[in-house]
């Protein structure tokens, strides 16, 4: 006789196992959903080398999308504001010596002269193509190219202390230069806690100090001052330094006279009052047209500003220490280093620890006009800033290099190379600094370096062959 719960309980088992069967199924299916997304690129700031038909740009890849990265490069046009694959592209590598890349280098030919062209960087996977941000630059006029000739002006690679012909004369770590309008140079020397002036003869002399390393104001020769850095000039032709081991900043006036200006001499973050203020580290300074003196003040990675009237504020940046751009305190930087002013009030910063050089408007915008932490072989520490009359950019590269960021966006290196030390005069690339921290142009245009493991001031001449 037939068991109906028998029956009953197969049928169960057989409709169990379908259903188990069944989700089982299900589950490897959602297991093997693999949910990527297309990658993250990052287009970078600006065109090097550039020429009347060639340039370079590139990009790096941030994320390949948790997929295998299967063409990268930079597409570009001269006529689509937002070019993709379809327009001109380079094909860069995506694996290199059986190592996945994630910085490219592109080179960019058949370009056409004094043209605007509009780049981004591409990165493909199994889920699609994405871009960067679009970058511009204008291709040269000519095919003319900038001859850096380098020489050395004063000083010599012994380190020591000796007044006297530019040729003969000795410093100790150099680190921060000036030029005065009637074609002097003054010079921050640092290790020997002097202040130096290379004459327009050719001679150097001492202007301040007394060669041991202190805090005092008085009579010039007496004063005393702790490894000097930043100098720059009022429009009464005053001297002013930072000093950097006292964490104020000093004021040597025409007839000798050195005072401080501001700071208390005890390193912290205050504002307020030039008597009460605290400064740590303080760097490179530069004046606007009004009279305010800004401050990069390294250790605390602010940017402050001292008005005309002696009174400090942070004009952008935080004690946080980072990278972002923003506005005022709202920014972070890493360690600036120097900066320059603009006839506008825009202010030009070496942020050195972010490797980037970053412009503040004057209602205080922080932006990245080129570098970042990520593209370090663009620039690599940059620790000082010039500013030509036409607004180009020219940077100090802790690396080894003297870069100029034009005007469009493009950036040369002009002599020196990256990561190569020495002390070799020449031009260009032939050119070998060792740890070079300042740079300043005079009247004539002619560039001079403070060279600091050399102990030597160098000078440079840029001309445009054809």
Known sequence: MKNPYLRIYILSAIFLSVILINQ????????????????????????????????????????????????????????????????????????????????????????????????????????????????????????????????????????????????????????????????????SDSYNNYIREITTAGVVVTIAGNGAAGYTDGPAASAQFYAPQGLAFDAAGNLYVADLGNNVIRKITATGVVSTFAGNGTAGYVDGAATVAEFNGPHGIAFDKQGNLYVADRTNSIIREITSAGVVSSFAGSKVTGYLDGTGTAAVFNKPNGLIVDGSGNVYVADQGNSAIRKITSAGVVTTLVGSPSQTTILNFPTSVALDAKGNIYIVDESGRILEYSTTNALYSLAGGYNVSGFVNGTNANVQFNNPQAIAIDANGIFYIADQYNNAIRKMIVTIVP
Request: with cysteine.
């Open 24 to 187: 089982g199924c299900k589950k490897a299916d959602t297991s093997s959903t693999f949910a990527g997304t297309v990658p993250t690129i990052t287009t970078v700031s600006v065109a090097s080398n550039v020429t009347s038909t060639t340039a370079q740009s590139g990009g790096i890849i941030n994320s390949s999308g948790g997929d295998y990265v299967t063409a990268d490069g930079v597409c570009y046009s001269s006529t689509n504001q937002l070019p993709t694959t379809a327009d001109n592209i380079t094909k860069d590598s995506v694996v290199s010596n059986g190592v996945v890349v994630t910085q490219f280098t592109s080179k960019l030919i058949n370009l056409t002269p004094n043209t605007v062209y509009y780049v981004r960087a591409y990165g493909t996977n199994s889920f699609g193509t994405a871009y960067g941000s679009v970058v511009t630059f204008t291709t040269s006029a000519t095919s003319s190219t900038p001859i850096a000739t380098v020489s050395t002006f004063a000083g010599s690679a012994t380190a020591g202390y000796l007044n006297g012909t530019a040729a003969n004369a000795l410093f100790n770590n150099p680190q921060g230069i000036v030029a005065d309008s009637k074609g002097n140079i003054y010079v």
